[in-house]
């Protein structure tokens, strides 16, 4: 069928050699009859080649649109060119043979006989008449379900016939149907306790109503509808298109909020929670509820969107506000010591390659523990922690009574044991994952900023992103455990030099509650010399952090430091290297990317708030907080970390914008 279509140019051509060659041979009649003799024979037999050529084309044409006809005649004989859809005939090589008018109408510009049919379908024929049943294309502003069929008979396999099936108007209705399908949202007014604490009534009326104002002139651009729940939550019903659009404007309701100060001094802030794609308001209250445990978890001024495929999050460029009430920490320190009680054994063990932080929490809770009577064994894996030199030193003090091994905690550990992860809540990163995994009764104590995959069977799950560290919580936990949280001076200094890291020497992250809980340890004995001493490092630590902070580069505000070689201290010198680029003027983050082993690389983010660099390490994969987070990496090189991380610096800046 290839030489079934002969372009229209090639009949007219063939028309006009011929007619040329008759002038041709009038003309050297009239000129040299001698020379009319020589070339009339040769015109002649090339005209007449053309011309049987040319009746072989057309009585091939013949026979082709004889046979459409005939395939049309076998068909019934329906009235395809005025049916009220487009149909369209093609030959072998997805060429027009054939169109009814609606095909004509719909698809203008290419209803050309002999064109391809591709251009429309933007699918080849072959797949089309493989496919069961349908697919849609969509052309211009109509959407269309095509269907393909191919004759039965053997001598018109190589015609073939296409449906075009207009349903435009069903997908405008069923774009309208999730436009119109109702979202609930929950504002919360972050830490309302502490914002008009020391407010008069005066000033936390006039401010109060300015929170009511600016959601109900939210509401008041939607067709939704406003509740007030209580005095620092309210409720709200809207279409999925407004909801679309808050997060086009890239939900300003939380910028204005900002807006608004109290005592001219504290800018009040929102979370808010929205329950998206549900199948009913039932269902969409139930995803808000989660969303709004995730905004708050991460610590608060964000709006979390939760779906069917998971959670994305909107703002969160401010610091968490310390909540100074402990009535939550009272309660769980009453139901972690029944959870001891019942308990034959604990383990406590923190994230893998594990710092002074989740070491100093593990040791703190196991002496406490001890102290109730029960077995209790911090678990640290002494190949990947970095803090070997408080292991050492606990380990030199009170004969390493308290830790034990991996293998050993593998060991022992049966179902009955209680397990405390302290310093982390994300499953991936424990530092013995078979323990979580084995164990049936499961505590979490955590300060990071709330992760989307968090440890969900815990039978006690405490996270306070307002703390400054794991170690602050615990010696919270500690001061209502009775005769038991005595622990001793070489235990309450672990408890402090983990506090000391997160908080850079009381630099970062600190509130009341931190130096509450600094004091309680000083009045355990412990010694900030001896803390302090913790910190030292080696000299090749030191040369190695002395290096990273040299190959530092400034992209965007944000300092990056390299090292690709693997070093022994590297995982020390690394984060050091980070704290110290963020005293370079005109630094508001700090990045070093380094090698700690053949197949890993680390990302250690360090800022002191300009930048949430927890953004910026989960768009990579990682998390932490806002001026502390991390992220690794495998099979990667650091070049490629590098452009990642740039990547993932423009995309956080573009984000507030």
Not at 94 to 99: D, E
Not at 453 to 473: G, L, Q, R, T, V
Request: contains cysteine; charged residues 25%.
């Amino acid at each position: 069928m290839k030489n079934n279509f002969r372009d229209a140019g090639l009949v007219i051509s063939i028309i006009a050699l011929l007619i040329s060659a008759v002038v041709m041979l009038i003309f050297m009649y009239n000129l040299s009859l001698e020379a009319f003799c020589i070339f009339a024979p040769v015109l002649c037999i090339t005209g007449g080649f053309t011309a049987a050529k040319l009746i072989s084309v057309t009585g091939k044409n013949f026979q082709y649109f004889a046979r459409v006809d005939s395939e049309i005649d076998r068909m019934e004989r329906v009235s395809m060119n005025f049916m009220p859809l487009g149909i369209a005939i093609v030959d072998s090589e997805n060429r027009l043979v054939w169109f009814n008018q609606e095909f004509s109408s719909s698809f203008t510009d290419e209803a050309v006989y002999g064109r391809s049919i591709d251009q429309i379908t933007k699918l080849p024929l072959e797949r089309l008449l493989k496919m069961d049943g349908y697919y849609e294309i969509k052309y211009r502003n109509n959407y269309y379900r095509v269907y393909a069929d191919a004759p039965g008979e053997k001598d018109a396999k190589d015609i073939f016939m296409i449906y075009f099936v207009d349903i435009t108007r069903i997908r405008v209705l069923e774009t309208e149907q999730r436009l119109a399908q109702p979202v609930v949202l929950i504002f919360v007014i972050d830490s309302y306790e502490e914002l008009f604490g020391g407010s008069s009534e005066s000033e936390t009326a006039k401010i109060t109503v300015q929170i009511d104002k600016l959601l109900e002139d939210f509401i008041s651009n939607t067709n939704g509808i406003l509740r007030k729940y209580n005095r620092e939550r309210f409720w709200a019903v809207v279409e999925e298109r407004y909801v679309r659009q808050m997060i086009d404007e890239k939900i300003k309701i939380l910028e204005k909020a900002r807006e608004i100060q109290v005592n001219d001094r504290i800018s009040v802030t929102l979370s808010i929670g929205i329950g998206r794609t549900a199948k009913s308001i039932a269902e969409s209250e139930e995803y808000a509820r989660q969303a709004l445990d995730m905004a708050l978890g991460r610590g608060g001024d964000q709006a979390a969107i939760k779906t069917e495929t998971g959670f994305e999050f909107y703002g969160g460029v401010s610091k968490g506000v310390e909540r100074h009430t402990k009535v939550k920490t009272r309660i769980i320190a009453n139901s972690l010591m029944e959870a001891i009680e019942q308990a034959p054994d604990v383990y406590i063990m923190g994230h893998r390659n594990s710092d002074l932080d989740a070491v100093g929490a593990c040791i703190g809770l196991a002496g406490a523990v001890r102290r109730f009577g029960k077995n209790s064994y911090a678990v640290i894996d002494k190949q990947t922690t970095l803090a070997m030199r408080l292991y050492d030193y606990l380990y030199e003090k009170e004969k390493g009574y308290l830790f034990t091994t991996p293998s050993e905690a593998k060991e022992h550990f049966t179902e009955d044991s209680l397990l405390i992860v302290a310093d982390t809540h994300n499953p991936d990163i424990v530092d013995v994952p078979e323990l979580l995994e084995r164990a049936q009764k499961v505590v979490v104590i955590d300060h990071h900023r709330k992760m989307i995959n968090y440890i969900d069977k815990a039978m006690i799950f405490h996270h306070e992103p307002y703390a400054s560290s794991a170690c602050e919580m615990v010696t919270e936990l500690l001061q209502y455990f009775g005769d038991a949280g005595k622990i001793s001076s070489v235990q309450a200094e672990a408890l402090l030099a983990g506090i000391m890291l997160d908080t850079k020497n009381f630099t970062l992250r600190t509130g009341v509650r931190t130096f509450e809980a600094a004091a309680a340890l000083r009045k355990l004995g412990a010694d900030t010399v001896n803390v302090k001493a913790l910190f030292a490092n080696t000299v090749e630590t030191y040369r190695q952090k002395s290096e990273l902070v040299a190959s530092a580069s400034i992209y965007r505000s944000c300092a990056i430091a390299t090292a690709d070689k693997v070093l022994q201290d590297m995982r020390i010198a690394a984060p050091q290297a980070a704290d110290d680029l963020l005293g370079v003027a005109d630094v508001k983050a700090a990045f070093v990317i380094a090698k700690t082993s053949n197949d890993e690389i680390a990302l250690n983010c360090r800022s002191l708030g300009a930048i949430n660099v927890q953004l910026i390490a989960e768009n990579l994969g990682g998390g932490g907080h806002q001026t502390m987070a991390g992220a690794q990496f495998r099979d990667s090189t650091v070049d490629d970390v590098v452009a990642k991380l740039k990547e993932a610096i423009d995309k956080y800046y573009e984000s507030l914008n």
